[in-house]
């Protein structure tokens, strides 16, 4: 059974919020970030890149995050200070899917991982669920090593929405909700116009300190980004499936529910897909399957349903509850580090550590 995940309640300026999960996380904070580069190491053999050229990559995007939001980088520092660490090493480890860029051929790896897969989001509307509410969820893939750095962040800030946000030790935020009822969660898309820019955590928290479903959608498709990545927002009777690359963007039609993967489904996004770089198929197997149940079951979806949903192990183990190959270490083995369900409206998220197949969902409130 996983441990539980911590909580930790964030008040303050940036820097104090900053500092309090720095100094509350130290441990797991300091492991992180000594132990993440053998993992893009493993995950890419062709690419000879050491912990301070990786770290060098990162830092291009520091001008980007300053003039995007200040606060946030003064939260990085904070971080940063209170795990005892220089504040370059918290924004290697928020670059995190950045640096995933690196491994597909056409942006700077030579050869094809052929273990990748990654994570299933879905968003259904008050008119596709059993009880007129908003749900919004994921299953959230990566190298099993990323399970033991989880926590959660309860933040309350001097003004403007309070947070509840998933996340990584050390980390700004993987997904999460709002005191104003908006949610978001997201899936990596490899652009082929990666360049310098925002970086994912930062704009995920941007919109999650937004008062208006508007313009936490503006933060999102209007960043100057790094990278592609496929949001699905909900708020206000609203909801939105934008895929973006680090240029451009698209929304995507939502017909009451909407499920995505790690492909792009959009007419004017798919020209930055790159080439082979999920050349096994899992990605159109998991939306295929994902949208065909959110299809069967609409107007009866609930959240006990979209849980039934993270388990679902069609094309075992490139599933929407995947599962590494038997006998790959933590660092290469794509698991589902965490399944998520919420109801942005109420204020609350249940969570799954690990495999929703065999751990439970607990629920946490803002």
């Known amino acids: 059974m996983p441990t539980p995940i911590p909580v930790l309640d964030l008040t303050g300026s940036p820097y104090d919020r900053g500092f309090t999960h720095g100094a509350a996380m130290k441990p797991l904070i300091r492991d992180f970030a000594a132990s993440v580069t053998a993992v893009h190491q493993a995950n890419n053999a062709y690419l000879r890149a050491e912990r301070e050229q990786l770290k ?16 946030l980088v003064e939260e990085m520092r904070g971080i940063a200070a209170g795990a005892d660490l220089p504040f370059e090493d918290i924004l290697y480890l928020n670059s995190f899917l ?57 933040i309350t800030p001097p003004s403007g929405p309070s947070g509840l946000v998933l996340t990584f030790a050390g980390v700004l935020g993987l997904n999460g909700l709002n005191s104003a009822g908006i949610g978001a969660v997201i899936n990596k898309v490899v652009a082929t116009d990666a360049r310098p820019g925002v970086i994912y955590p930062c704009i995920m928290r941007k919109a999650l300190a937004a008062e208006r479903v508007g313009d936490a959608l503006g933060a999102m498709i209007f960043s100057p980004r790094a990278t592609g990545i496929n949001y699905q927002l909900a708020g206000s009777g609203t909801a939105f499936c934008a895929e973006t690359s680090a240029s451009c963007y698209e929304l995507l039609e939502i017909n009451d529910a909407i499920a995505h993967t790690n492909h792009y489904v959009g007419s004017t996004m798919r020209r930055f897909e790159t080439p082979n770089w999920l050349s096994h198929g899992g990605s159109m197997v998991r939306k295929q399957v994902a949208d065909a149940f959110l299809r069967k079951h609409h107007g009866s979806l609930t959240p006990e349903l979209l849980k039934e949903l993270t388990c679902d192990h069609t094309n ?50 803002l």
């Open 98 to 154: 950045e640096l995933e860029d690196l491994r597909a051929p056409s942006l700077g790896g030579k050869a094809l991982p052929d273990a990748l897969w990654g994570c299933t989001t879905f968003n259904v509307t008050a008119a596709a669920s059993a009880d007129a509410r908003a749900y919004i969820g994921q299953t959230y893939d990566m190298e099993r090593y990323y399970e033991k750095y989880l926590c959660i962040l309860r």
């Open 56 to 71: 060098t990559f990162c830092l291009r995007n520091l001008g980007f995050l300053e003039n995007f939001s200040p606060d």
């Open 316 to 365: 075992y183990p490139r599933c929407i509850c995947a599962h590494g190959f038997d006998g790959e270490d933590e660092t290469t083995a794509f698991h589902t580090t965490f399944g998520i369900i919420m109801d942005p409206e109420a204020g609350w998220f249940d969570v799954c550590p690990g495999n929703p197949c065999t751990n439970q969902y607990t629920r946490y409130n």
